[in-house]
């Protein structure tokens, strides 16, 4: 990967958590019931001193590990995602563009056009190939351990865990709980399909990777320099 790919690639990495936070905003305005990764996180808050947001940002180190014992690396792509996804939903909160809604069916057409714009959001990060967030990684690792399913099955089957976990633990479930459960892995491989993107054939760089290379270019152009 070049310098300028890398370099290029932040930015790209940067607009597509931000369609991915509107995406979760969405899904979040539809007000229909909590997705399965804030159902788990809210049920940890009941258990334990911490709040909403801390119970989130333990239960990403826990992920993180997670993607560490399954060999995903981690790069800059996730650092970034861990910095800004969170406050981009918070952005799209505060300025709150959309109405909230008001019929059933309307709520969960608005919860599908989240769900879409989410994976249209995961492809534009993931395609930068300098990792991804902690939940996508750990997709990703299990993907590539689950080869024969369809990367939206794969997906299916870990929100449905989690959601599980999240509602024994009493987090809230409602109907546009079971909408994202169940349609964000059918949507996602939808756009994955029209779009052709295979996230498990992504070849991604750790920090250390891209600082190596970063380095070793530098020295380059130095060394370049002074024989001229």
């Given at each position: 990967m070049s310098r300028k790919k890398i370099v290029l690639g932040w930015p790209r990495i940067v607009f597509g958590l931000?369609?991915?936070?509107?995406?979760?905003?969405?899904?979040?305005?539809?007000?229909?019931?909590?997705?399965?990764?804030?159902c788990?996180?809210?049920?940890?808050?009941l258990h334990t001193p911490l709040n909403y947001g801390?119970?989130?940002?333990?239960?990403?180190?826990?992920?993180?590990?997670?993607?560490?014992?399954?060999?995903?690396?981690?790069?800059f792509g996730t650092i970034i995602d861990a910095l800004l996804t969170g406050n981009f939903v918070q952005m799209f909160s505060d300025?709150?563009?959309?109405?909230k809604t008001k019929n059933v069916w309307i709520g969960i057409a608005v919860i599908v056009a989240g769900l879409a714009l989410m994976a249209v959001g995961q492809y534009f990060y993931m395609t930068a190939g300098q990792s991804c967030g902690?939940?996508?990684?750990?997709?990703?690792?299990?993907?590539?351990r689950l080869r024969r399913l369809p990367i939206g099955v794969v997906q299916i089957l870990l929100w449905g865990t989690v959601l599980l976990?999240?509602?024994?633990?009493?987090?809230?479930?409602?109907?546009?709980?079971?909408?994202?459960?169940?349609?964000?892995?059918?949507?996602?491989?939808?756009?994955?399909?029209?779009?052709?993107?295979?996230p498990r054939q992504i070849a991604h760089q750790s920090v250390?990777?891209?600082?190596?290379?970063?380095?070793?270019?530098?020295e380059a152009r130095h060394e370049g320099f002074v024989d001229s």
């Amino acid at each position: 990967m070049s310098r300028k790919k890398i370099v290029l690639g932040w930015p790209r990495i940067v607009f597509g958590l931000l369609v991915f936070a509107l995406g979760v905003h969405l899904t979040i305005r539809a007000d229909l019931g909590l997705a399965p990764w804030d159902c788990l996180g809210t049920g940890i808050a009941l258990h334990t001193p911490l709040n909403y947001g801390l119970a989130m940002t333990a239960m990403s180190v826990i992920i993180l590990i997670i993607d560490v014992l399954l060999k995903e690396k981690i790069g800059f792509g996730t650092i970034i995602d861990a910095l800004l996804t969170g406050n981009f939903v918070q952005m799209f909160s505060d300025l709150d563009p959309f109405p909230k809604t008001k019929n059933v069916w309307i709520g969960i057409a608005v919860i599908v056009a989240g769900l879409a714009l989410m994976a249209v959001g995961q492809y534009f990060y993931m395609t930068a190939g300098q990792s991804c967030g902690p939940r996508d990684a750990l997709l990703v690792g299990l993907g590539k351990r689950l080869r024969r399913l369809p990367i939206g099955v794969v997906q299916i089957l870990l929100w449905g865990t989690v959601l599980l976990i999240g509602r024994l633990l009493g987090g809230p479930v409602g109907i546009g709980t079971v909408v994202s459960t169940f349609g964000s892995g059918i949507i996602m491989q939808l756009i994955f399909r029209l779009i052709r993107f295979e996230p498990r054939q992504i070849a991604h760089q750790s920090v250390i990777d891209t600082m190596r290379l970063l380095r070793a270019k530098r020295e380059a152009r130095h060394e370049g320099f002074v024989d001229s």
